[in-house]
C-alpha cells in the first residue's frame, strides 16, 4: 500500500484531494441539524428529505469538479430507529435520484437521547483529471437555481434543478468550470472560482443582496464559460441566468 505524504494531499475549495497515481481521491461532505422532526428542530420536515439535501451537496461538488462519487459515509446524531432508519433511506433515496449505485456506510448515536435531528455526510469519489484551475483571459458567468434555505427550500422541492442537467452542463465544451454554491452565498463562491483561474471580481456587481443569500443545500450552481461561446452555451442551456464577465482586471 502506498504511504500518504503531505504532498500527496491538497486542498481544492471545500475539497479533499488525494492523489493516488491513475486513481485519485476527491473527499467532501457536509451537515445538517435542526431539520426534522425532533422537538428542537428549526424545520419541521422528514428527516429523510433533511438527509437528501445533505447528501446532494457533497455529490454536486464533486461531480462539478469531475470526480465520481464511489461511497458515503453518514454520521447521524441520532437514535437508529427510527430517526437514523429515516434518514438512511432518504440517502438512499437521494443516491437513486442521483443514479449512482454505491455503498453507504456509517454510525448513530444510540447513548443519548436527543432533540435536534443531526445528519453528517461524506462521499468519496475518484477522478483521473487534472484540476482545471489554468489561467482565464476571460470568462462568462452564469447561475442555474436560486438561492433558497430552510422553508424556502420545503417549498420548492420540485423546482431545484437535477444532476442531469449538472451532468449535462459540465459535458459542454464551452464550460471551464463548475462550482456549487451553499450557505456562503454566491458572492463568495463565484470569488473563489475567479482567484481559480487568475481573474478578477468587480465587487460592484456583487451589491445585489441574493448574492449574499444562503443557497442552503447548493440550491444554485456556477458555470464559467468560455466567453466567446456564451452564443453556444446559451442556445443549449437556456434556463441558465447569465450574471456577468470575469476579468485579468476589474472594470471600473
Not at 93 to 108: F, H, K, P, R
Amino acid at each position: 500500500m502506498k504511504k500518504l505524504r503531505n504532498k500527496d494531499m491538497t486542498q481544492f475549495r471545500d475539497l479533499t484531494l488525494i492523489g493516488l497515481g491513475d486513481n485519485n481521491l476527491a473527499i467532501a461532505c457536509d451537515v445538517s441539524a435542526g431539520i426534522g422532526h425532533k422537538d428542537l428542530d428549526e424545520v419541521d420536515i422528514d428527516p429523510a428529505i433533511s438527509a437528501a439535501y445533505s447528501l446532494r451537496v457533497p455529490l454536486l461538488e464533486l461531480i462539478c469538479f469531475g470526480a465520481t462519487p464511489i461511497a458515503v459515509v453518514d454520521t447521524i446524531g441520532n437514535e437508529m430507529n427510527p430517526t437514523g432508519k429515516t434518514i438512511i433511506q432518504g440517502l438512499k433515496g437521494e443516491l437513486q435520484t442521483a443514479g449512482l449505485d454505491i455503498s453507504i456506510n456509517g454510525s448513530t448515536e444510540d447513548n443519548m437521547v436527543t432533540k435536534t435531528t443531526s445528519v453528517g455526510v461524506t462521499v468519496i469519489g475518484k477522478y483521473d483529471k487534472n484540476i482545471n484551475d489554468s489561467p482565464l483571459n476571460q470568462a462568462s458567468i452564469y447561475q442555474i437555481g436560486r438561492p433558497l434555505v430552510g422553508e424556502e427550500v420545503k417549498a420548492n422541492l420540485d423546482g431545484i434543478f437535477s444532476y442531469d442537467l449538472v451532468r449535462t452542463i459540465r459535458d459542454n465544451s464551452q464550460v471551464v468550470d463548475m462550482l456549487p454554491v451553499g450557505s456562503k452565498g454566491i458572492a463568495y463562491e463565484v470569488t473563489e472560482m475567479a482567484k481559480t483561474h487568475g481573474l478578477a471580481v468587480n465587487s460592484e456587481l456583487l451589491q445585489d443582496d441574493s448574492f449574499h443569500k444562503s443557497a442552503g443545500p447548493a440550491t444554485v450552481v456556477l458555470v464559467a464559460v468560455k466567453s466567446d461561446g456564451k452564443a453556444e452555451f446559451e442556445r443549449a442551456f437556456p434556463q441558465t441566468k447569465y450574471l456577468f464577465n470575469l476579468d485579468k482586471e476589474v472594470n471600473k
